[in-house]
């Protein structure tokens, strides 16, 4: 017995120290297990004074928050009854083991607002993503709408680095049968309850449930110059310690159903570390980045200016893969030389066709010469008519595009919390003016905000005297994942030109809007921050860290109500079908 129980002492002294550095067990490797992944995240404890830092710089930057008022009450089309000074208050009281699952229920909190503007991202623990071999697509197969693994599994996963599909190779897993098959099941939930399911507790980002179901699906997107192919919310997941998916399906070719249980796999996103103590270090800690800078002192640099789009991390589900070749589109580029942007003409000749990517090309004059550059070359090739696509576009800079097409701003406010009120009057003192004195009534409270305004719109490029197409020919394609700046471009399409748009995908029977979130200006902390040492206020107690989401705009159908607010279906509704669910050029020439 004694000896017996010397030995297990032993063992676990052998096994000391007792906790082995989870973090340097995964050092250095690309890929790793989520359970792994997760155990080095979760090795740092909680700290009581780190929660009561991220607590109060929470507070103050939701006092800016132009929707806090729009929560409770919200009703159809976009219910969601959230209090925001109650969920901080349980957040604040809650006890947690470690400082991951504190950071983790406050991700969870400002994820359920479902506003891609406005999320807490600690750096710390967006470092690794969690991606499934099977992504799923929601296509029409003779007139019924189903949820399958996506067809093209094969040729997508295996752009892939090294690493992917040789772990599931390690332990035997053969995903590629399941390419094509017609999902019954997930987790025991029928496929589009699922579907939901993940719209509802991991996408977050739109207010409209239509669009956050759309985004669960694998879809195409331009990133820079390159086509690329989303892995979709079910099939990438980043805060989210999930192991694996069970799902029931039927093999293409096979009349049976089965049951499979798929693992993910965790792919490292974050700063290289060796150990525990690196990790946090080179991931978690602040540096001289996280702060913003007084622009009156030459010494402060001057950061880096305010931008309109959706913010996100770098997932590597949505940027990092290519779209596999056989669907990239046959047709010659007509601008081969721009950014963020391809122009066609379709075999029809007459109709061009471009697709943007996004409106936030990091060389801000680049973006306006290449849309002129593009917008000219169309027309020269012959183009006299025009179908912008807009899938999965997040956003960006709103002027050059929007001009060259004739459009006119919205109007647009801020809320006039204490702190904002300070800062004009200082500014005011410092000679630059603008005043804030007005109010709205949201769900019966009373919210100051500054008087509306519009944009002033810079530009380096010369815009022609005409718009280049009539607008009534031009009409817009999109999946809906259209954010941010996006939105504002397709809603002025609509409001003011009546322009057709079609959304593609979305679950059958569920309504869906064009756009989501939609006309608000965000900042980033380090830019609030130097506004507000630039006011010389930095003192000022009030004085919050990281912000989103200060300036919303208003409908012009409806003055009262915010864009993301205001519901606005497209004109035409289509299911993606086995041709065009990744194919942007046969979308292009059924729309
Ligand atoms: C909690 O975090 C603070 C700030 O980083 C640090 O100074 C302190 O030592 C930590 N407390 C414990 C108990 O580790
Ligand atoms: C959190 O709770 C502490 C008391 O434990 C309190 O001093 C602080 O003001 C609270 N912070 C917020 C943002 O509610
Ligand atoms: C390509 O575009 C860039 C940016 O607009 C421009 O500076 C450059 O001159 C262009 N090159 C050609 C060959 O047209
Ligand atoms: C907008 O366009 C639709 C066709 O897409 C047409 O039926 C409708 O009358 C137009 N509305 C206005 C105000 O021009």
């Given at each position: 017995m004694?000896?017996?129980?010397?030995?297990?002492l032993?063992a676990g002294?052998?096994?000391?120290?007792v906790?082995?550095?989870p973090?340097?067990?995964?050092a250095?490797?690309?890929?790793?297990?989520?359970?792994?992944?997760l155990?080095?995240?979760?090795?740092?404890?909680f700290?009581?004074?780190?929660?009561q830092?991220?607590?109060?710089?929470?507070s103050?930057?939701?006092?800016?928050?132009?929707f806090?008022?729009?929560?409770p009450?919200s009703?159809?089309p976009?219910p969601n009854?959230?209090?925001?000074?109650?969920?901080l208050s349980?957040?604040?009281s809650?006890?947690y083991?470690t400082?991951?699952?504190f950071n983790r229920?406050l991700?969870?909190?400002?994820?359920q607002?479902?506003d891609?503007?406005?999320?807490?991202?600690p750096?710390c623990?967006v470092t690794?993503?969690?991606?499934?071999?099977t992504?799923v697509v929601?296509?029409?197969v003779?007139g019924?709408?189903d949820?399958?693994i996506?067809?093209?599994?094969?040729?997508?996963?295996?752009?892939?680095?090294?690493?992917f599909?040789s772990?599931?190779?390690?332990?035997d897993?053969?995903?590629k049968?399941?390419?094509?098959a017609?999902v019954?099941r997930?987790?025991?939930?029928p496929?589009?309850?699922?579907?939901?399911?993940?719209?509802?507790t991991?996408t977050?980002?739109?207010l409209?449930?239509?669009?956050r179901?759309?985004?669960?699906?694998?879809?195409?997107?331009l990133i820079?110059t390159s086509?690329?192919q989303?892995?979709?919310?079910l099939?990438?997941?980043v805060?989210d310690?999930?192991?694996d998916?069970t799902?029931?399906?039927i093999?293409?070719g096979e009349?049976?159903a089965?049951?499979?249980?798929?693992p993910?796999?965790?792919?490292f996103?974050?700063?290289?570390?060796?150990d525990?103590d690196?990790?946090?270090?080179?991931?978690?800690?602040?540096?001289d980045n996280?702060n913003g800078?007084?622009r009156?002192?030459?010494s402060?640099t001057?950061?880096s200016y305010?931008r309109l789009?959706?913010?996100?991390?770098?997932?590597?589900?949505?940027?990092?893969i290519g779209?596999p070749?056989?669907?990239?589109?046959?047709l010659?580029?007509v601008?081969?030389?721009?950014?963020e942007?391809?122009?066609?003409?379709?075999?029809d000749g007459?109709t061009?066709v471009?697709?943007?990517g996004?409106?936030q090309?990091?060389?801000h004059?680049r973006?306006?010469r290449d849309?002129t550059?593009t917008i000219t070359a169309l027309?020269?090739a012959?183009a006299?008519r025009?179908?912008?696509?807009?899938?999965?576009?997040?956003?960006?800079f709103i002027?050059?595009f929007s001009?060259?097409?004739y459009?006119?701003?919205?109007?647009s406010?801020?809320?006039?919390?204490l702190?904002a009120r300070k800062i004009?009057?200082?500014?005011?003192?410092?000679?630059?003016?603008e005043?804030l004195s007005?109010y709205?009534?949201?769900?019966?409270r009373?919210d100051?905000?500054s008087?509306?305004?519009y944009?002033a719109?810079?530009?380096?490029?010369?815009?022609?005297?005409?718009?280049?197409?009539d607008?009534t020919?031009?009409?817009?394609?999109?999946?809906?994942n259209?954010?941010?700046?996006?939105?504002?471009?397709?809603t002025?399409?609509k409001?003011?030109h009546n322009?057709?748009?079609a959304v593609f995908g979305?679950?059958?029977?569920?309504s869906i809007?064009?756009?989501g979130v939609?006309?608000?200006?965000?900042?980033e902390?380090?830019?609030?921050d130097?506004e507000i040492?630039t006011?010389g206020l930095?003192?000022?107690?009030?004085a919050p860290?990281?912000?989103?989401?200060?300036?919303t705009a208003?409908s012009?159908?409806?003055?009262?109500a915010?864009?993301?607010y205001y519901s606005?279906?497209?004109?035409?509704r289509?299911?993606y079908?086995?041709?065009t669910y990744n194919?942007?050029?046969?979308?292009?020439?059924?729309a």
């Amino acid at each position: 017995m004694l000896f017996g129980l010397g030995l297990f002492l032993l063992a676990g002294a052998i096994a000391a120290p007792v906790c082995p550095d989870p973090c340097a067990a995964i050092a250095g490797s690309l890929f790793s297990k989520p359970a792994d992944a997760l155990a080095c995240l979760r090795s740092f404890p909680f700290n009581e004074t780190l929660r009561q830092n991220v607590m109060s710089t929470v507070s103050r930057v939701f006092d800016f928050y132009t929707f806090e008022n729009y929560y409770p009450k919200s009703t159809a089309p976009f219910p969601n009854d959230v209090h925001i000074r109650n969920g901080l208050s349980r957040i604040n009281s809650t006890s947690y083991v470690t400082d991951y699952d504190f950071n983790r229920d406050l991700y969870r909190f400002v994820n359920q607002l479902n506003d891609g503007h406005t999320l807490w991202l600690p750096n710390c623990y967006v470092t690794w993503e969690a991606l499934l071999p099977t992504p799923v697509v929601s296509v029409s197969v003779d007139g019924m709408e189903d949820v399958y693994i996506a067809p093209d599994i094969d040729e997508f996963i295996s752009l892939l680095p090294d690493g992917f599909a040789s772990y599931y190779e390690s332990i035997d897993f053969n995903w590629k049968r399941l390419a094509g098959a017609r999902v019954l099941r997930i987790e025991g939930m029928p496929s589009y309850e699922y579907v939901a399911h993940v719209a509802d507790t991991v996408t977050g980002t739109y207010l409209d449930h239509g669009l956050r179901e759309n985004s669960v699906f694998t879809s195409y997107r331009l990133i820079g110059t390159s086509y690329s192919q989303k892995f979709g919310d079910l099939a990438g997941r980043v805060f989210d310690p999930i192991e694996d998916l069970t799902i029931e399906l039927i093999p293409v070719g096979e009349s049976q159903a089965e049951i499979v249980t798929v693992p993910f796999l965790d792919v490292f996103l974050g700063n290289s570390f060796s150990d525990r103590d690196s990790y946090w270090a080179n991931n978690c800690a602040a540096n001289d980045n996280t702060n913003g800078a007084d622009r009156r002192s030459k010494s402060g640099t001057p950061p880096s200016y305010t931008r309109l789009r959706a913010k996100g991390i770098t997932r590597f589900s949505s940027n990092a893969i290519g779209l596999p070749a056989k669907f990239q589109p046959s047709l010659p580029p007509v601008n081969v030389n721009a950014s963020e942007m391809f122009s066609y003409l379709l075999p029809d000749g007459v109709t061009g066709v471009l697709f943007v990517g996004s409106f936030q090309d990091d060389d801000h004059e680049r973006f306006q010469r290449d849309v002129t550059a593009t917008i000219t070359a169309l027309k020269a090739a012959g183009a006299v008519r025009l179908l912008i696509d807009l899938t999965n576009n997040p956003g960006g800079f709103i002027s050059h595009f929007s001009r060259w097409l004739y459009l006119s701003g919205f109007q647009s406010a801020i809320r006039g919390n204490l702190l904002a009120r300070k800062i004009v009057k200082q500014l005011i003192a410092q000679g630059i003016s603008e005043d804030l004195s007005f109010y709205v009534i949201v769900n019966g409270r009373k919210d100051v905000t500054s008087l509306r305004f519009y944009d002033a719109c810079p530009f380096s490029v010369p815009i022609p005297s005409l718009p280049p197409f009539d607008l009534t020919v031009v009409a817009i394609v999109t999946n809906g994942n259209c954010a941010s700046t996006c939105a504002l471009f397709s809603t002025l399409m609509k409001e003011r030109h009546n322009t057709t748009i079609a959304v593609f995908g979305g679950r059958p029977g569920q309504s869906i809007e064009f756009k989501g979130v939609a006309g608000n200006q965000v900042l980033e902390w380090t830019d609030l921050d130097s506004e507000i040492k630039t006011a010389g206020l930095k003192n000022d107690p009030l004085a919050p860290p990281d912000l989103h989401n200060w300036r919303t705009a208003y409908s012009y159908l409806d003055e009262d109500a915010p864009i993301a607010y205001y519901s606005e279906p497209p004109s035409l509704r289509f299911p993606y079908t086995a041709d065009t669910y990744n194919d942007p050029q046969n979308l292009w020439i059924f729309a």
